[in-house]
């Protein structure tokens, strides 16, 4: 099984900062990351699919990167609706295996 | 509007049955794959099982292999998961989501509200 392995697990920071979270696959997975972002008692929902591509409506300070196994989240001007929870998803073969999430907070 | 709505979660006994429903509108759920991923309370998200359109390929995460079953109704508009032997630890929210693939990606684009399934 792929085992996808994301950081920070929690990470604080101030309105309009640039943060990065990464997430680090154990073994190749080409482009097929997901990023989702989940608010308290809400279904999480796609941010980015295919490493880097932005879902419908998301706005632009979010971006996606690759370096061989190790993917990047960074959200560029942090405004107040971006403190959530992320998770990586892999969905390079059938079993879809999610990071164990960071938790933006604020400052 | 486009939306995935769940039903069926409750209370039940260990070693328990329960089967959750999904119900699909604003969309033609033949033409999508669909996935079921839960949350324990607290905890983060652990995807359980695929099924493709037609449901001719599925396939299950070790932690339910033998236990769930996943299903479609395309007439119906309907997912299901069918839960046997429920355990404790099964306590979660589970939630349908709709399967989006290309070439080069493949997401979970569009996510039910949940319903809570509590196993005590």
Not at chain 1, 6 to 31: E, H, K, M, W, Y
Not at chain 2, 7 to 26: I, N, T
């Amino acid at each position: 099984d792929i085992q996808m392995t994301q950081s920070p697990s929690s990470l604080s920071a101030s309105v309009g900062d640039r943060v990065s979270i990464t997430c680090r696959a154990s073994q190749n997975i080409n482009f097929f990351l997901n990023w989702y972002q989940q608010k308290p008692g809400k279904a999480p929902h796609l941010l980015i699919y295919g490493t880097s591509s932005l879902h419908s409506g998301v706005p632009s300070r979010f971006s996606g990167s690759r370096s061989g196994t190790d993917f990047t989240l960074t959200i560029s001007g942090l405004q107040r609706e971006d403190f959530a929870t992320y998770y990586c998803q892999q969905s390079y073969n059938n079993t879809y295996s999610f990071g164990q999430g960071t938790k933006l907070e604020i400052k | 509007e486009v939306q995935l709505v769940e039903s069926g979660g409750g209370l039940v006994q260990p070693g328990g049955s329960l089967r959750l429903s999904c119900a699909a509108s604003g969309f033609t759920l033949s033409h999508f794959e669909m996935n079921w991923v839960r949350q324990a309370p607290g905890k983060g998200l652990e995807w359980l099982s695929y099924i493709s359109t037609r449901g001719t390929t599925i396939y299950y995460a070790d932690s339910v292999r033998g236990r769930f079953t996943i299903s479609r109704d395309d007439a119906k508009n309907s997912l299901y998961l069918q839960m046997d032997s429920l355990r404790v630890e099964d306590t979660a929210v589970y939630y349908c989501t709709r399967g989006a693939r290309t070439m080069t990606s493949n997401a979970f684009n569009l996510w039910g509200q949940g319903t809570m399934v509590t196993v005590s």
